[in-house]
């Protein structure tokens, strides 16, 4: 088992059954979580890494270490594809272009090489914790069409 847990935070329409065969993903909607119960999650994590979207802006505005793909703006072009906010940290990233496997794979090795993980695992009090586990949280089981 992997020691990085990935919580995938999408609606159940866009829930990649593919994923599931992967022991460290976890899917946010399994639990029946809601934005509120999303968000916290995102404020909570180590990093976030996805698409725009309306959650990344826990990450955006938290201060959380991130990774955001295919980000566009209007003002992209004459910006030179290179605008980052002027509040973000060398741990928070905009990627103008569409990402792919190598793409995710790379920019994840390299901010996580550059994460405290050790002043985040004491922000969160986490020092004692060996190892998170799930299985005390009720999960729904499968997500079935009719469920949508």
């Known amino acids: 088992m992997s020691a990085v ?25 399994d639990y029946n ?7 916290a999650l995102i404020q909570s994590s180590l990093m976030f890494m996805g ?15 991130y990774l955001i793909f295919n980000f566009q703006m209007s ?4 910006a030179g594809r290179t605008f980052q906010w002027p509040w973000q940290s060398p741990l928070q990233k905009l990627i103008w272009k569409r990402e792919t496997a190598s793409s995710l794979a790379d920019e994840f090795t390299c901010l996580m090489g550059k994460i405290d993980l050790s002043g985040w695992r ?7 914790v060996k190892h ?17």
């Open 5 to 29: 847990k990935i919580i995938v935070i999408r609606t159940r329409q866009e829930i990649d059954p593919s994923f599931r065969k992967f022991d460290n993903v976890i899917f946010s909607k």
């Open 33 to 39: 979580t809601n934005i509120e119960q999303d968000c």
């Open 51 to 65: 698409g725009p979207s309306g959650p990344n802006l826990m990450a955006i505005y938290g201060g959380v270490p």
């Open 75 to 78: 003002f992209e072009y004459a």
């Open 122 to 128: 004491k922000r969160h009090d986490l020092n004692s």
């Open 132 to 148: 998170l586990n799930f299985p005390k949280l009720k999960r729904v089981g499968r997500v079935r069409p009719e469920d949508w």
